[in-house]
């Protein structure tokens, strides 16, 4: 099969939608399709053989974050020519509605179109706004899923029409086999994510650090990710600092190494989000893990069962429950157990097949739909351009 997919966000800029992109077109490659992937990209940014550069992204503020989209007359014309030369069996387009390659896929795009959508946002204005706009678009789209029933949800009440959920998918067996690294280890809190990025949540975990360090001083923060580490810190006490370590960007093997190596994984994201791939990759490297109780948080640690939750935005609660956890090896033995055994729901030999029934679905529904307008003689496949060569 040739198989097309729009990534909506800048590909040199690492996010969840990109990573959730890249594994899939990585995951197809491997069965045997062809698959090309078309993304915003700086011109000087390395690109796998599967990615066609639309051009550089300008940042845009979007869903509580600044994302880096591209948008216009060019990125109109690089779309076409990339249809064109695609020949797509299917084209998978994700954020249709964000003011991206998407919505310009859309409206240039004939044929089998499926649409995944990631937002998880319920007081939309703009998307609500903005619905005369995308209602041509989407009528076009013939098949949507939602990576989340909160990414449903918003799609449901917003623009109408339904979806199918599938999630999120991650390469379990990567994050299980990775190997601790040794000074990672040893009373570690790991946090993953854009440091600048408030709904992130690092300054509610900054904040319940203090009480953290005051009962375990051999405790350390550990921090990935890029942002201003000084400006991070700036809030904690002068004699705290030291127990913070940056670790900057990391590679997809040191992210597994460092999930593998701490002693809980803390997720304080404050709102925005639709699944949390992070609190997955956390769970099958083996990390015990404590989040927010954000919905879609709660969903991917099965309301608990996976993974403990605490207060949203309630740094006590926070500071609370991270020393229970870090004085109880056994509860923590026991959330890496059951983390373990539910993430395995996320592996993309799971969401990797659901995804191509969807494409087989909406493959065969088109060969089905031209072979009933041939029946009926070539005229009105050729009255509505969709005559082939």
Known sequence: MRIGIVCPY???????????IRDLAEYFIRLGHEVSVLAPADDDTPLPPYVVSAGRAVPVPYNGSVAR???????????????????????HIHEPTSPSLGLLTCWAASGPIVATFHTSNPR???MIAAYSILQAALEKISARIAVSEYARRTLVEHLGGDAVVIPNGVDVDFFARAKPKAE????????IGRIDEPRKGLPVLMKALPRILAERPQARLLVAGRGDEEEAVESLPAELRSRVQFLG??????????????????????????FGIILVEAMSAGAPVLASDLDAFAQVLDQGAAGELFANEDSDALAEAALRLLADPERRAELRERGSAHVRRFDWSTVGADILSVYETVTAGAAAVAAAEDERGPGL????GLARD
Do not use: C
Request: charged fraction near 25%; hydrophobic fraction near 40%.
């Open 10 to 20: 800048s590909w040199d800029v690492p996010g969840g939608v990109q990573f959730h």
């Open 69 to 91: 989209l591209n948008f216009g007359f060019l990125s109109a014309a690089r779309v076409r020519r990339w249809l064109h030369d695609g020949e797509f069996d299917v084209v």
């Open 124 to 126: 939309s204005r703009a």
């Open 184 to 191: 990672w280890q040893g009373d570690t809190i790991g946090f």
């Open 249 to 274: 960007m990391v590679s997809d093997e040191d992210k597994a190494r460092f999930l593998r190596s701490v002693d809980l994984y803390v997720a304080p994201n404050t709102g925005g989000e639709s």
């Open 381 to 384: 496949r050729a009255r509505l």
